[in-house]
Nanobody
Framework: QVQLVESGGGLVQPGGSLRLSCAAS????????MGWYRQAPGRRELVAVI??????NYADSVKGRFTISRDNAKNTVYLQMNSLKPDDPAVYYC??????????????WGQGTQVTVSS
């Protein structure tokens, strides 16, 4: 079993910054991808993803403002969010694709962390 623990959400003013973290633990042989999704009323979207090789992909709405990174030694993924806009508030969920020691592939989700942008 794999557990994900997210942290770093909160309230920030427009134009401000937040950094989200997601640490994976448990029966992990290897992680092939880590990413962030967000859920707001009426929409759900992939925000950013990073592969084991370090390749990244971003939603058009966050390109140039958000940066995803990972620490493979800590099985942790980060999302640095700068220049936050009124469109960014949502519950942000960490997603990890990993292989267990049995060779079984799994898709795991964090508990979600609220990001609020308000003056």
């Amino acid at each position: 079993q794999v557990q994900l623990v997210e942290s770093g959400g909160g309230l920030v003013q427009p134009g401000g910054s937040l950094r989200l973290s997601c640490a994976a633990s448990g029966s992990i042989f290897s992680i092939y991808a880590m990413g962030w999704y967000r859920q707001a009323p009426g929409r759900r979207e992939l925000v950013a993803v990073i592969t084991s090789g370090g390749n990244t992909n971003y939603a058009d709405s966050v390109k140039g403002r958000f940066t995803i990174s990972r620490d493979n030694a800590k099985n942790t993924v980060y999302l640095q969010m700068n220049s936050l806009k009124p469109d960014d508030p949502a519950v942000y969920y960490c997603n990890v694709g990993a292989f267990g020691y049995s060779g079984r592939r799994g898709d795991y989700w964090g508990q979600g962390t609220q990001v609020t942008v308000s003056s």
